[in-house]
Structure formats: C-alpha cells, structure tokens
C-alpha cells in the first residue's frame, strides 16, 4: 500500500510540475497514469486484491486528470447527489451496451454510497 | 457494491478501474464538491457560519471572551492546532472564572452534525438535544463551521 502512495504522489507531483512548466499535454498525462494504475495493479495482483482501492484524495486527483468518475446507484440516489462530474451507470442496468459510454484507455473510477 | 461493478466492467475488457472504497458517504461528509438536489437544498453545510472564533485548549477564559466580544460571539469553538474540534464554548462558560483555561469549562460533547445533514434534520436534533447551537465537522474531527439558527444568514 505504502508503493502505491508512492506511486500515485509522484504522478501527482509529475503533473503539478508539467502544468506549472506549461508543457503539459493530455496525451502524455493519459499516458503517464494508464502507465501507473497499470503499475498499482501489477502490484495489488500479487497481494491477490481486485481493482485497485483508492481513497478520497485521489479520486480528486485522478478526476481532475481526466478519469471518468461513476456511481453505481440507481437513478433516484445519484440524482439526488453525486460527485461533481460523475455518470450514473446503475448496477442493476450495468451491462456490455451500458458500459460502452466509457472510454476505454481512461481510468474509470467506481463508487457507491460506502464501504458495501 | 462498487467492487462488483469494478469486476463486472472488468469481465467487459476495461482494464484501468478503481474503486473508491469510502463512496459518497465519505465524499459527502468532507464537504467535496458534489451535484444533484441535495445540493440546491439548504443543508447543515451550506448553512454553517464558517468565521466564528475559535480558540485553543490552554487559552484563558479572559482572552478568549474578549475575542468573542470583539467578533459579536457568545460562542466559541476549541480546537486543537489541526483544528480538529475539542469542544465548546457557551455563554455561561464564557462568563468563568478570568485565569481558568479554556478545557475546564468547555462542553466537550457538543451536538455535532456532518455538512450533507439537511436542514431539516438539523433543526429536528437540535431540538431534540435543546440547544441553540451545533457544531459541524468532518470524519477527521476537523471543523466545517457552526450552526445558530438564531445567527444563520
């Protein structure tokens, strides 16, 4: 877990950097976190864990970097509150048709109302 | 619930998913961003006054009333130096002894509420613990702000 902070403060910081430099682009930004989750989940795969958990701090991170944030809820839950920004895609309606609104090369984040 | 949505989008061939473990509870009750009819609604949030005095632990009762004076207060909220809430005052506490630190005379359990309370029941626990004021705060015990009808814009 301790890597995976590592990991994930050092993005933080690669983009801070490249933003304050002015020499950021999305495409490398995208790049730079596939390549990174991809590396948090090599290593969550030997600690046999699924998705990798992430908590509040990087959500705001991650979204503010282009992931795709989702709530898992149904329709009336998420309209009466929601993440900034967050797609409603309902477990109960969660199928291959659903999820294609997702952009696969993106992270997707996935929440609900707690730890359940 | 979230984790058998993360694998089911998995099964699908995504391969770059996360899992915000906490959810919306936890989003919610640190005062994030968030949108839908909670948000145009008047909640324990939108509605705490967010300038009121606060005040350490080891102050002096004297020090500490003459702030709140100045500021137009009769409370006073005690934190510690991350401003996690410690307690608070009230206006009989406020009238102890001049030389008597802040911590012998606050209220170390005042009602506390988290900022996606709606309004509504917020009024209803204040009623029900009679107070006049409560505090608001978020998981990590750290002040949001306080809640005084009576003063509430």
Known sequence: ?116 | MSRRAAARLESFGLENICVYVAGKQDWLAFDLPFEGSLAETRTAGTSAIKDMPVCGPLDKIAEVRRRAEQADWQECVVVNETRVVLGLLEKEALGANDELPVEEVMDPAPLTLRPYFPWKSVMEKMHARKTAVALVTRPDGKLVGLLKPSKTR
Not at chain 1, 24 to 34: D, Y
Not at chain 1, 72 to 79: M, N
């Open chain 1, 1 to 116: 877990m301790r890597r995976h902070r590592f990991l994930l403060s050092k993005f933080s910081k690669f983009v801070e950097v490249q933003a304050q430099t002015g020499s950021v682009s999305w495409a490398l930004e995208r790049r730079c976190m596939v390549r990174l989750l991809r590396d948090r989940r090599r290593i969550s795969r030997k600690d046999d864990l699924m998705a990798e958990g992430i908590n509040r701090d990087e959500v705001e991170t991650l979204a503010r970097n282009g992931a795709q944030v989702v709530e898992v809820l149904g329709a009336k839950e998420y309209e009466h509150a929601h993440i900034a920004g967050a797609i409603n895609l309902p477990l109960t309606e969660l199928n291959r048709q659903s999820a294609s609104v997702l952009i696969r090369d993106r992270i997707v984040i996935v929440y609900c109302y707690d730890y359940q």
